[in-house]
């Protein structure tokens, strides 16, 4: 595709001391990264940081969007269930076409699904982008869950916090809704309060 070259805008990084988390800011758009997120609670520190910031030096009157989104990549590999089927591992609810007992998982080669789910009578929603994927460096297959729960409603910068804490439950619901009850008891959740212990 070809197109007149348009002004490109500055944005700014600024990068954690082990290089795992990112604050980016441009004009339109302020973003935490984390490359090596674990709960919530050690996320939510730089986010906090970050919205301060942003509150403090620029004062902007609103946000116009307010979104948090997680990618996982299920490797079965990682968790010595290498050979499982997609069946045992994925719930109904998002298995489709790989449900199908006929489909070994080395004669899938490709599977992609996005549900979009709004809140009735509000601007806010959920975007389920869920298929199989390759693992960067290396043959392993990998089922990869990509979540983005947001509000595109005027919100002032204060309810972020409270928004972000929401999303993040809602986001914990959807993929657990994706993941089958075996899944979910190899991956070996914690309460908080025990991870919080450790």
Same mark, same amino acid.
């Given at each position: 595709m070809l197109g007149a070259a348009g002004p490109l805008k500055s944005q700014y990084q600024f990068l954690s001391q082990d290089r795992a988390t990112t604050i980016a800011l441009a004009p339109d758009a302020l973003s935490v990264t984390s490359s090596n997120?674990?709960?919530? %609670? +050690?996320? %939510? !520190? /730089?986010?906090?940081? !970050?919205? +301060? !910031? =942003?509150?403090n030096i620029y004062k902007p009157s609103f946000l116009t969007r307010i979104g948090l989104r997680y990618q996982n990549a299920v490797v079965p590999g990682d968790f010595g269930i290498e050979g499982s089927p997609w069946a045992a591992l994925l719930s109904k609810n998002v298995l489709g076409g790989l449900a199908h007992p006929g489909f070994s998982n080395d004669r899938i080669t490709e599977a992609f699904s996005v549900v979009r789910a709004? =809140? /009735?009578? $509000? $601007?806010e929603g959920i975007l389920l982008q869920h298929g199989l994927g390759q693992r960067e460096n290396g043959p392993d297959k990998a089922y990869v869950f990509d979540i983005d729960c947001y509000t595109e409603k005027q919100n002032d910068v204060a309810s972020t916090h409270s928004h972000l804490r929401r999303f993040n439950a809602r986001a914990r619901y959807a993929f657990r809704w994706c993941i089958s009850d075996f899944l979910h008891d190899t991956l070996g959740p914690k309460p908080v309060a025990e991870m919080v212990r450790h």
């Amino acid at each position: 595709m070809l197109g007149a070259a348009g002004p490109l805008k500055s944005q700014y990084q600024f990068l954690s001391q082990d290089r795992a988390t990112t604050i980016a800011l441009a004009p339109d758009a302020l973003s935490v990264t984390s490359s090596n997120y674990s709960r919530w %609670e +050690d996320f %939510e !520190a /730089p986010v906090k940081l !970050a919205i +301060d !910031a =942003l509150s403090n030096i620029y004062k902007p009157s609103f946000l116009t969007r307010i979104g948090l989104r997680y990618q996982n990549a299920v490797v079965p590999g990682d968790f010595g269930i290498e050979g499982s089927p997609w069946a045992a591992l994925l719930s109904k609810n998002v298995l489709g076409g790989l449900a199908h007992p006929g489909f070994s998982n080395d004669r899938i080669t490709e599977a992609f699904s996005v549900v979009r789910a709004m =809140l /009735p009578g $509000q $601007q806010e929603g959920i975007l389920l982008q869920h298929g199989l994927g390759q693992r960067e460096n290396g043959p392993d297959k990998a089922y990869v869950f990509d979540i983005d729960c947001y509000t595109e409603k005027q919100n002032d910068v204060a309810s972020t916090h409270s928004h972000l804490r929401r999303f993040n439950a809602r986001a914990r619901y959807a993929f657990r809704w994706c993941i089958s009850d075996f899944l979910h008891d190899t991956l070996g959740p914690k309460p908080v309060a025990e991870m919080v212990r450790h």
